[in-house]
């Protein structure tokens, strides 16, 4: 069983940075993915990376600001986010999905979920 906790989140002001942190455990060699979820709004893909570190893939739109990277000695895996935005106010949830060699996007697709972190930024 893949268990997920995701630390890290809070308030920022815009233009500030935050870096979350995942904390995985129950399956060597699986991808990670982090997605958000607004009020009001669907969940969406934000980013995932692979069991190795070396292959990543992002959402379009936040491409150049936020970073995917991990650590597999910590079985940590971390969110970096620059130049935070208001419209990036969302819980940001860490996920793995169904197939370990699934590095795709769809929610779907993904069945062990954290409980999520709020990150609030200001204007």
């Known amino acids: 069983q893949v268990q997920l906790s995701e630390s890290g989140g809070g308030l920022v002001q815009a233009g500030g940075s935050l870096r979350l942190a995942c904390a995985a455990s129950g399956r060597a060699f699986s991808p990670y993915g982090w997605f958000r979820q607004a009020p009001g709004k669907e969940r969406e893909f934000v980013a995932v990376?692979?069991?190795?570190?070396?292959?990543?893939s992002y959402a379009e739109s936040l491409k150049g600001r936020f970073t995917i990277s991990r650590d597999n000695a910590k079985n940590t895996v971390y969110l970096q986010m620059n130049s935070l935005k208001p419209e990036d106010t969302a819980v940001y949830y860490c996920?793995?999905?169904?197939?370990?060699?699934?590095?795709?996007?769809?929610?779907?697709?993904?069945?062990?979920w954290g409980q999520g972190t709020q990150v609030t930024v200001s204007s």
């Open positions: 990376v692979n069991w190795s570190g070396f292959s990543t």
């Open positions: 996920a793995a999905p169904r197939s370990v060699s699934y590095l795709g996007p769809s929610v779907n697709e993904y069945i062990y």
